[in-house]
């Protein structure tokens, strides 16, 4: 992203790579609205999350809003439907579908408008299986392995990386959640193909790779998928595990193990390197450390991450950045003894 860019226009190229050569005048209007959105959003899932309906007139906006989408939605949906389109109709369909979640029991036109976005849904579950079902049948029968990933991708251009990935592996459905997400949790955001690509690179033979919040199991399945290490996933949310073994046994990917709990409990002596893309923050992610730092000092780890998560390592005393990948992953390692 190029310095010239506001934070709101390089927010928006990063959420949606194929901006990236728009006008500077569209970037700046839309990313005016994505941080406008972001706002609203945060303050309306708060007041949800309270159990607080939103209030008669706001219900009235909230229908309005999601009228607005779902007609966007069809409209450029009309002019082309290349996997990336779907990729954004999917992601406004999944958000629509959410606001009108509280409302559609006593408003008819929201339950109407649902309807509406839920059709939508299946016509894109459709497409996908129509382009991809074939690609999905040879993963699930086992025939399908990563030279062929790497050529498939090469054919693709790479914002739709991920779009390809989560649909051939089926990672793009994510369940409801079970558990209440406590303080200093986050929600589940799975992590790019770049960021695992180079995970794979830093891997070698021997090595146990522990995925810490490891959701719906992408990072930890298709490590161990790659590069035939062994790989622990270790998460919260239950129904994110069952989908995570249930992927994992899909793909016939066997050296992959799920383990419901959480990283505080979690047993770390067997593990070598450990990928932390933004799980926790706060006192859960100094716990988590401390158990780490006890692990260090029995054996050398290494310790991966993304996101936020990275600059909170930067200023771990007894961890050192090591190297900063292209992908944005950082790897850290333990500051050797005597320094
Ligand atoms: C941002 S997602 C990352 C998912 C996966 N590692 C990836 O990169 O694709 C963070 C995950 O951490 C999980 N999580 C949050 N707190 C946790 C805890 N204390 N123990 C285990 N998992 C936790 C969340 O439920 C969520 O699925």
Request: proline share 4%; hydrophobic share 40%; aromatic share 8%.
């Amino acid at each position: 992203v190029s310095p010239e860019r506001s934070g709101a226009e390089a927010g928006l190229v990063l959420a949606f790579p194929w901006m990236a050569d728009k006008p500077k005048s569209l970037l700046s209007r839309r990313g005016g609205d994505l941080t406008r959105y972001l706002g609203l959003g945060s303050e309306q899932g708060a007041r949800l999350a309270r159990g607080e309906r939103p209030a008669a007139g706001e219900c009235a906006g909230h229908v309005e809003d999601a009228r607005v989408q779902i007609e966007e939605v069809e409209r450029k949906l009309a002019t082309g439907a290349r996997l990336w389109q779907r990729e954004w109709a999917v992601i406004m369909l999944r958000g629509v579908r959410r606001s009108l979640r509280p409302l559609v029991r006593d408003d008819e036109r929201a339950l109407e408008l649902d309807e509406r976005a839920c059709a939508l849904q299946a016509m894109l579950r459709e497409k996908d299986r129509e382009e991809l079902g074939a690609l999905q049948a040879e993963v699930e029968a086992g025939r399908y392995d990563p030279a062929r990933l790497k050529a498939d991708l090469a054919a693709r251009p790479r914002f739709e990386w991920d779009a390809f990935t989560d649909r051939v592996f089926a990672f793009q459905e994510v369940p409801d959640r079970e558990t209440m997400q406590q303080t200093d949790m986050t929600h589940y955001a799975g992590s790019g193909l770049d960021v695992i690509f180079d995970i794979a690179e830093e891997l070698k033979p021997g090595d146990r790779f522990y995925d810490l919040g490891s959701g719906l199991g992408k990072v930890a399945t298709l490590i161990a998928w790659l590069t035939g290490v062994e790989c622990k996933g270790v998460e919260y949310e239950p129904a994110y595990v069952r989908a995570a073994i249930e992927s994992a046994r899909r793909l016939h990917v066997s050296n992959v193990v799920f383990v419901h709990g959480d990283a505080r409990d979690a047993d770390y002596s067997d593990g070598d390197v450990f990928y932390l893309y933004e799980p926790f923050r706060g006192a859960i992610l100094d716990a988590v450390l401390a158990k780490l730092e006890l692990a260090s000092k029995v054996k050398p780890i290494r310790i991966l991450s993304k996101g936020e998560t990275s600059g909170t390592l930067d200023g771990v005393r007894w961890l050192e950045r090591a190297a900063t990948k292209t992908s944005g992953l950082a790897l850290h390692r333990p500051v050797p003894l005597g320094r």
